[in-house]
């Protein structure tokens, strides 16, 4: 896991400037032990603040945006859903020569599923998908539109010149192939759906052999419920993979998009991340190989 600079553009945020923006803003826990957090995250900082609470700051401009959403939404969406997810308490403003908005948070007790994977990978399909559908069958009055909601032709090029950066490290005609076939899949054309958005090992926590929480709603949103079908084949396999879909009844079109996007987003984060974040490079390369491997 980083605790260093992922983004040439991004923040540089360390622990005094947490201290002098508590002392500002929410002066009754600055006295609070402030301990960074190793985590694999890339748009948020993360640090614990006493042994109750968690403070998050954006580390890159594009992620700037989403303390308000997870303020606005996670407090309405949390009694509907049947794992924790995070409760925010309190939001920070910009100072301290920090120029955005930043939250406190409870502190949720948990090893992230990469750290800490399950040995009944079937009970642990069958968790994922009652969240999904959980959250899926919240109301949408309101709601934003989710950045990985879209149709999967709006990550046409993205994806492509990610394939072209990999050559040399993968079977970039099989990428090429499994990713068109997935934009032949048709697109989704049922009322949009809640959707997390980033369902990667490192945003489950795991508490004893269960699932017991979803973290990081940076991506959470409305639109095309394939995107949250990801899991499949970064995190299960095999049996699993099918006791997964079956729970969500999901069908050929669905199954296929939700593969498009495993593919898509695993294909742009490797070469992005290669060297400054081995584990989310680690998933997506777990991602590709389960992908081509279906082909």
Same mark, same amino acid.
């Given at each position: 896991?980083?605790?260093?600079?992922?983004?040439?553009?991004?923040?540089?945020?360390?622990?005094?400037?947490?201290?002098?923006?508590?002392?500002?803003q929410f002066p009754q826990w600055a006295?609070?032990?402030?301990?960074?957090?190793?985590?694999?995250?890339?748009?948020?900082?993360?640090?614990?603040?006493g042994k109750e609470l968690a403070v998050r700051l954006p580390r890159i401009g @594009?992620? #700037? $945006?989403?303390?308000?959403?997870?303020?606005?939404?996670?407090p309405k969406l949390a009694p509907h859903l049947p794992l924790a997810i995070p409760a925010p308490l309190a939001q920070?403003?910009?100072?301290?020569?920090?120029p955005w908005r930043w939250s406190i948070y409870? @502190?949720? #007790? $948990?090893?992230?599923l990469f750290a800490r994977p399950l040995s009944d990978q079937r009970q642990l399909a069958r968790d994922l998908a009652r969240f999904i559908a959980a959250l899926r069958r919240i109301d949408t009055t309101g709601a934003p539109p989710a950045d990985r909601g879209v149709p999967l032709a709006q990550r046409d090029a993205d994806t492509r010149a990610a394939i072209a950066a990999l050559r040399g490290m993968l079977d970039t005609e099989a990428a090429t192939a499994a990713w068109e076939a997935a934009l032949r899949a048709p697109e989704w054309d049922g009322p949009p759906t809640w959707l997390h958005g980033d369902l990667l090992p490192t945003n489950l926590l795991v508490r004893g052999r269960r699932l017991s929480a979803v973290i990081d709603f940076g991506g959470l949103g409305v639109g095309d419920p394939a995107c949250d079908?990801?899991?499949?084949?970064?995190?299960?396999?095999?049996?699993?993979?099918q006791i997964f879909r079956a729970a969500l009844a999901v069908d050929n079109a669905m199954w296929a998009r939700g593969r498009g996007w495993a593919l898509s987003v695993a294909l742009i984060a490797l070469p992005y991340y290669r060297t400054t974040n081995p584990i989310l490079a680690s998933i997506s390369r777990r991602s590709i190989d389960a992908v081509l491997a279906e082909r």
């Open positions: 896991m980083s605790t260093g600079k992922m983004h040439a553009d991004e923040i540089n945020i360390n622990t005094s400037l947490v201290r002098r923006l508590l002392a500002s006295k609070l032990p402030i301990t960074p957090v190793r985590s694999a995250g890339s748009d948020n900082a993360l640090y614990r603040l @594009w992620a #700037a $945006g989403q303390m308000e959403k997870e303020h606005d939404w996670l920070g403003v910009p100072g301290e020569g920090y409870r @502190w949720l #007790a $948990g090893v992230d079908l990801m899991p499949a084949w970064s995190i299960l396999a095999g049996e699993s993979r």
